[in-house]
């Protein structure tokens, strides 16, 4: 079965740096569109960032040039590296597969159980 595991969360002061991984199971990890979504409380969940199975990035406004998702296909590994962070990035964070390998015409189908990171200012 599809296994999404979330590590790399915590407490950070403002201006500074995690690394989020998400390791992945269960399926043919390099065939699929991966990404990372958050959800603060009494919020909507939110997408950060995705990629493609060519390592095609996409970000909203909001985190571009502050976060960087990569992924490492030999570890079945997807990580966010997020950078400069500030208190309103903090929130719980996920990953999900999404159903194909184009982030596109498709649906976001398996997630993970999130870590939670808090920035303080």
């Known amino acids: 079965q599809v296994q999404l595991v979330e590590s790399g969360g915590g407490s950070v002061q403002a201006g500074g740096s995690l690394r989020l991984s998400c390791a992945a199971s269960g399926y043919t990890y390099r065939d699929f569109c991966m990404g990372w979504f958050r959800q603060a409380p009494g919020k909507e969940r939110e997408a950060v960032a995705s990629?493609?199975?060519?390592?095609?990035?996409t970000y909203p406004g909001s985190v571009k040039g502050r976060f960087t998702i990569s992924r490492d296909n030999a570890k079945n590994t997807l990580y966010l590296q997020m950078n400069s962070l500030r208190a309103e990035d903090t929130a719980s964070y996920y990953c999900a597969r999404y159903s194909n390998s184009l982030c596109n015409y498709g649906s976001w189908n398996y997630w993970g159980q999130g870590t939670q990171v808090t920035v303080s200012s």
């Open positions: 990629i493609d199975v060519a390592g095609r990035a």
